[in-house]
């Protein structure tokens, strides 16, 4: 009989921002031989560094380094685009076969929990082309009215999208209003064998270690990073389509709110995004949560 072709194994570190999870997969990864693939929709552009809490790394013979080990999939991409979860999809698994063939365990780390199942579960994407006069009539309404729209064609997408942000609205609108039906929910099937570790703390310590972060990443110089971006030519509009603190961030640039609004708008956005990563997480029940 034919023999089998060998499973490959993953870990996968996931959890809420700021619970810790970069730290946690560099030991993983030193203590199991591995490399680490990155899955945060943020990190994967050039220069959003402070704001994403990316690591501290060094490019080296053109891989990333962060206390020797190799990271995949960190300042690969040019902000001034999006990257899709189709593109990090197979991004991910390029990354995966060349981890494995160097005979190392690939570590799959982060928070965009989409891009994450998306990988595992080899999630099938419909393909539907954008279409400009859609478009360009969902970009009239605001944020609540085209999330208000999708809850009606599509309560379980609703449920899990960043209600609060327009392009990945306009994107899920565009999708369902193609196909007519809701889109598909992902199949809970893996071709991996993977190890699950999920990574959190109470609420209250959690949303502490948000504010101090975000007061860090002030001093870091957060603004200044902001400033730069813009300067590179990446558009106001596409700085706060980043959401959370470089939407924020860029408003008050643009003289939009405050700087103390800003600070307020940035911790609540960041709060909430961690309150809707652990609902996502939730559903998971093999993760073993530390």
């Known amino acids: 009989m ?34 680490i693939i990155s899955a945060d929709s943020r990190q994967i552009y050039r220069g959003l560094d402070i704001g994403t809490g990316k690591v501290p790394g060094r490019w080296r013979r053109g891989s990333y380094y962060y206390k020797g080990i190799r990271h995949h999939l960190i300042d690969v991409a040019d902000p001034k685009r999006q990257v899709s979860a189709v593109q990090f999809q197979r991004l991910a698994g390029k990354a995966i076969r060349e981890i494995a063939a160097r005979g190392k365990l690939p570590i799959i780390c982060g928070g965009t929990a989409h891009w ?28 609540k009215q085209l999330f208000a729209r999708l809850k009606k064609l599509d309560p379980r997408r609703a449920a899990e999208i960043d209600q609060k ?18 889109i598909p929910e992902l ?27 975000l007061r860090q990443w002030l001093k870091q110089g957060l603004l200044r990073e902001v400033k730069k971006l813009h300067k590179r030519g990446v558009s106001w509009k596409r700085l706060e389509e980043l959401g959370m603190d470089y939407k924020y961030a860029a408003l008050h640039l643009e003289g939009e709110i405050t700087y ?19 609902t996502w997480w939730k559903r998971n029940k093999d993760i073993r949560w530390v």
Not at 22 to 33: D, P, Q
Not at 116 to 141: M, N, S, T
Not at 199 to 211: G, W
């Open 2 to 35: 034919p023999q089998r072709k060998p499973v490959q194994k993953l870990i996968v570190v996931v959890g809420p921002t700021a619970a810790g999870k970069s730290e946690l997969a560099v030991k993983m990864a030193k203590k199991h031989n591995g490399e």
């Open 116 to 143: 994450v199942d998306a990988v595992i579960f080899g999630q099938k994407f419909p393909q539907v082309k954008p279409d400009a006069k859609l478009r360009k009539e969902l970009g009239k309404k605001s944020a």
């Open 165 to 182: 942000n327009p392009r990945r609205l306009v994107r899920a609108l565009e999708i369902v209003l193609a196909t007519g039906k809701a």
């Open 187 to 213: 199949e809970q099937q893996t071709k991996f064998d993977v190890t699950w570790i999920g990574i959190t703390k109470p609420q209250p310590i959690l949303y502490k270690k948000i504010d101090a972060r």
């Open 260 to 278: 103390n609004e800003m600070v307020e708008k940035s911790s609540f956005s960041i709060k909430h995004y961690a309150k809707r990563q652990m």
